[in-house]
């Protein structure tokens, strides 16, 4: 059991969210717990240097640090220096290769001849004309980009993804993804786009370093809370699990990576998508075109990934978020705020795809606006931020 008669706060989960405010109590001079259930900080962020070719590998898949938040590219920048990359990925569609997100590139190589972006957007808007009022994934993506697009580029993908039929998926997957009539390839507009120069571990271990933060390994909350805290929590594990599963398991995708080392360059660029529902896997990353500044051996290491449905022993991943799961959710919220000192946070605590600067965002937040006045003046935490 942990002793905790020492702390000021507990922190479940050592990912963006948990050490983000994990970092800024303790730099306030708060005592600070946190426990991590596995045996490495940094969450799904978590980031090695592989023994064999020293390529830095993406544990859980891969990821693009992107954001327009000063704030927060400011707040992540005491802890580490950064490498300039922009992400850019392609797409295998009927044995052809695409740039992707869609753009005048990818129509003109589709459609096989030249068009200025007013014809594109004729194309499109031709093609795009049987949706009106798209009320789901599926047809806000051919409102979007016209059924031939969709058909080539999305359908199997989003399948294969998501497990799911797309007509169930909500709108809002979709519009992750930008849609441009010019010839700007990149996958996302931020204004802040970079790679942390010694990786995302290496952020999480400057965190914890530079207040002496407790961090304990391999400790699941759930094994280890004592009966009775009076110590105010965060929590960003999943929130179902908080309660037992007491209202049914929430929905979540998982995915399956599967490393491979090759020699020379496999894929000539950091992601390949794969949109055809007859090849299993959904992507491969490369992950040393995520460096290109880096110096590397003669040897390249790749994940290939593969998505599916978690059970309950998985890792989850991804809120699948279909109806269903939208009401479970709102009745364990309702739970939640029954827990006066517990504030349910990040990803897997909101059910929410968060990406990293969201959930650091949403932790700067939390800690200006809850849990410093909570700590300092003793106000009541109030609800958790959703
Ligand atoms: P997590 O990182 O999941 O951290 C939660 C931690 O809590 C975990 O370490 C978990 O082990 C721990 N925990 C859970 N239960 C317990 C318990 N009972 N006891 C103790 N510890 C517990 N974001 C981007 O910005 N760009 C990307 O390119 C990107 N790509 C992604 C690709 C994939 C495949 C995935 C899955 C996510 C990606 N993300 C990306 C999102 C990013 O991973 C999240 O934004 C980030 O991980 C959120 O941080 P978090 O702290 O909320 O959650
Ligand atoms: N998507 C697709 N084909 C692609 C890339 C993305 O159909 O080549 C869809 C898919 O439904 C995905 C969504 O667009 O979930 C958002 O893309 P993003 O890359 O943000 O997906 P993520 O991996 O973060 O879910």
């Not at 909500?170 to 010694?198: C, G, H």
């Not at 998508?273 to 051996?297: C, L």
């Amino acid at each position: 059991m942990l002793n905790l008669n020492d702390a000021d706060l507990i922190v479940v989960g050592a990912g963006f969210y948990g050490m983000t405010i994990a970092e800024r109590a303790a730099a306030d001079g708060f005592r600070v717990v946190v426990t991590e259930k596995r045996n490495h900080i940094g969450g799904n962020a978590y980031t090695y240097n592989d023994a064999g070719t020293g390529v830095e590998i993406h544990k859980y898949g891969p990821h693009l640090f992107h954001t327009n938040s000063k704030e927060v590219f400011d707040y992540l920048s005491r802890f580490t220096e950064w490498l300039p990359y922009e992400h850019r990925t392609w797409t295998t569609s009927g044995g052809r290769i695409y740039p992707m997100p869609i753009n005048l590139a990818t129509i003109c190589s589709f459609v096989g001849r030249a068009m200025s972006p007013s014809e594109a957007r004729t194309w499109v808007a031709d093609n795009a004309r049987e949706v009106t009022e798209p009320t789901n994934l599926e047809e806000k993506a051919i409102s979007l980009i016209g059924r031939p697009l969709y058909e080539a580029f999305i359908r199997g993908y989003t399948i294969k993804q998501w497990q799911a039929d797309p007509k169930l998926l909500s709108a809002e997957i979709i519009t992750r993804l930008p849609v441009r009539y010019n010839f700007d390839n990149r996958y996302f507009n931020d204004i802040y786009q970079y790679m942390p120069k010694n990786g995302y571990t290496a952020i999480f271990e400057q965190m914890s370093l530079s207040n002496q933060i407790s961090v304990h390994l391999g400790v699941d909350w759930f094994e280890a809370r004592p009966a009775k805290t009076t110590v105010p929590i965060v929590y960003t594990g999943p929130i179902d699990r908080y309660f037992n599963y007491r209202l049914g398991p929430l929905g979540w995708r998982t995915i399956d990576l599967e490393l491979e080392t090759h020699t020379g360059d496999f894929q000539g660029c950091p992601v390949m998508n794969y949109a055809d529902i007859d090849v299993p896997w959904t992507r491969i990353s490369e992950f040393k075109h995520f460096q290109p500044q880096r110096s590397y051996g003669p040897n390249t290491v790749i994940a290939r990934e593969f998505s599916r449905s978690a059970g309950l022993g998985d890792e989850p991943y991804y809120p699948i978020n279909l109806a269903d799961d939208r009401a479970r959710y709102d009745a364990y919220r309702a739970l939640g705020d029954v827990e006066t000192d517990v504030i349910f946070g990040g990803r897997l605590g909101t059910y929410r795809y968060l990406d990293m600067h969201q959930a650091i965002g949403a932790a700067l937040k939390t800690w200006a606006n809850q849990i410093r006045p909570r700590l300092t003046q003793g106000a009541p935490l109030g609800r958790s931020e959703d």
